[in-house]
């Protein structure tokens, strides 16, 4: 029996919207910006794609910016802003993050350190919350955007989106939210959280990989970050991707309609999961037990190496992730800066594996992981004591 | 992880030999990673300096399980003198894994550090 359980890494396309974007892809050959019948056939299909997924979202048509996936639409965010403010707002040097961002954010960040803005990096609590009181301290007139994640892609934490974004606004700057993790799990309503600027990728609900999407607000200043056609109203260049952005609204659509049901479901196996960890002794929940996105489990396991309990798992064909791998040059360990800035214990973090169910599964295939999950766990433990 | 593990390594790693311990071992022989508590300890049992017995115990990556297990099996029943001048890149190139990944050479480096210490104070 195969289980999937990494939906957080990426999730199996639903079987609907394959066949959606199988059928667009025939049957909307042209170019979507093109005057003729064809480009234009396909353009009726684009402006669809916008309009449902700004009414998943609760924004407008033209707050919509469709990109590659959700580093795009991070770079897109913090790049195109900055240089968009450049000359109105020399003042505002000041990039406000989290310590728990993805890659994506921080890395982005660390590069615009380079170009001379100061970073500030915000700490988190134990359970994966920023420091609401310093962040709000760290926000000023200097500030020109602050980026928090809306949900933590390791431990699935929910972030304090509404505060944050009301600080920024008494400030002045804008808020940025990577929603990546977020998008189909948590109901999103951008006017209701108050965010400038959402990201998002497809294949993280059920879309196709390769494509996703920028919110900006409207009057929000943005500059491309990159030059050709003009296409997007000239802030994302590149032919549109007709197949690829309908199938991403369809899965949206589809996904944004069943929020509540998974999320009993989910809890439901989470639950069940949690409860045969408590069997095995020396186990740990990290991040918030209740204020997390549905189905998302971080679990560290004393006595074991996290990689190692993946990989005997996946012999059974379970698929988890892990928040630990060697890295070459050193026996040190690629560990989670997720779980550092979390205070969490090196050991534990060594011994952690990523669990996350999603729309495929299955009771009969949680039951089987959880036996499995016990059987692998003992037998690394016996190896470690002999 | 078909790249990143070959099929050698994943036969040791789902199947370590010579787990355990060893009650009367003539030495230990322990390689840690401090940063992460990973760490394995043999058991070795020694008669007229031949590795006449060994056993371990370890809490590792995959790669640590596996060159455990191939070590343990490389070194039992040779002499002391034959143990030390094992070169490392026979494990590496058995397990088919890239040299700078040092778990692979830990469980070895460890046996030859202990078995070092053993004869000098002999």
Not at chain 1, 280 to 304: A, C, K
Request: aromatic share 8%.
């Amino acid at each position: 029996m195969k289980v999937y359980l990494d939906h957080a890494a990426t999730t199996p396309p639903l079987p609907e919207v394959v066949n959606f974007f199988a059928d667009t892809l025939r049957d909307y050959p042209g170019n979507a910006s093109s005057l003729h019948y064809e480009g234009q056939h396909s353009r009726q299909l684009y402006q669809w794609a916008k309009q449902t997924i700004a009414n998943c979202i609760h924004a407008e048509y033209d707050e919509i910016i469709f990109t590659s996936g959700g580093t795009e639409a991070d770079n897109m965010a913090l790049f195109g802003y900055l240089k968009a403010i450049k000359t109105i707002h020399p003042e505002r040097k000041k990039v406000i993050t989290s310590s728990i961002e993805h890659e994506a954010v921080i890395e982005s960040v660390k590069e615009l350190g380079k170009m001379g803005y100061e970073i500030v990096f915000v700490p988190v609590n134990n359970k994966g919350i920023v420091e609401i009181d310093y962040l709000r301290e760290q926000i000023d007139e200097n500030t020109a955007i602050c980026s928090i994640m809306f949900a933590n892609n390791e431990v699935g934490t929910i972030q304090p989106i509404k505060q944050i974004s009301e600080r920024c606004h008494e400030a002045g700057c804008v808020f940025h939210t990577d929603a990546v993790q977020a998008m189909g799990k948590v109901e999103q309503d951008v006017n209701e959280f108050g965010i400038e600027m959402l990201s998002a990728s497809a294949h993280k609900f059920y879309g196709p990989k390769g494509v996703g999407f920028l919110y900006v607000k409207k009057g929000t200043p943005l500059e491309p970050v990159f030059y050709g056609g003009g296409h997007e109203s000239g802030l994302r260049s590149g032919t549109e991707n007709v197949p690829g952005v309908a199938a991403m609204a369809k899965a949206l659509e589809i996904v944004s309609g069943k929020i509540n049901e998974k999320r009993v479901l989910y809890q439901k196996w989470s639950d069940q999961i949690f409860n045969t960890c408590e069997q095995l002794h020396g186990v740990q929940l990290n991040g918030d037990r209740e204020n997390r996105t549905p189905g998302s489990l971080s679990l560290s396991f004393s006595g074991i190496n996290g990689e190692a309990l993946m990989g005997m798992l996946s012999m059974d064909e379970i698929a988890v992730s892990t928040a630990s791998a060697c890295k070459s040059h050193s026996h040190s360990k690629g560990g989670s800066h997720v779980l550092t800035a979390m205070n969490c214990p090196s050991e534990f973090i060594n011994g952690t594996i990523r669990v996350v169910t999603g729309w495929d599964n299955t009771d009969e295939q949680i039951d089987y992981f959880c036996d499995k999950l016990k059987e692998k766990v003992t037998l690394l433990r016996r190896l470690s004591n002999g | 992880m078909a790249e990143r593990y070959s099929q050698a390594l994943m036969k040791h790693f789902t199947d370590p030999q010579n787990i355990g311990k060893i009650e009367n071992s003539t030495l230990a022989a322990t390689g840690f990673n401090e940063s992460d508590g990973d760490g394995v300890k043999f058991y070795l049992k020694l008669e007229d300096d031949v590795l006449k017995d060994v056993k371990y115990t370890i809490k590792g990556c995959p790669r640590a399980i596996a060159a455990s297990s191939f070590t343990s099996q490389l070194i039992k029943g040779k002499r002391i003198d034959e143990i030390m001048a094992l070169d490392e890149q026979r494990i590496f190139e058995e397990l088919g894994i890239d040299q700078s990944f040092t778990c692979i050479s830990m469980p070895l480096e460890a046996v030859k550090n202990a078995l070092k210490e053993y004869t000098q104070s002999k």
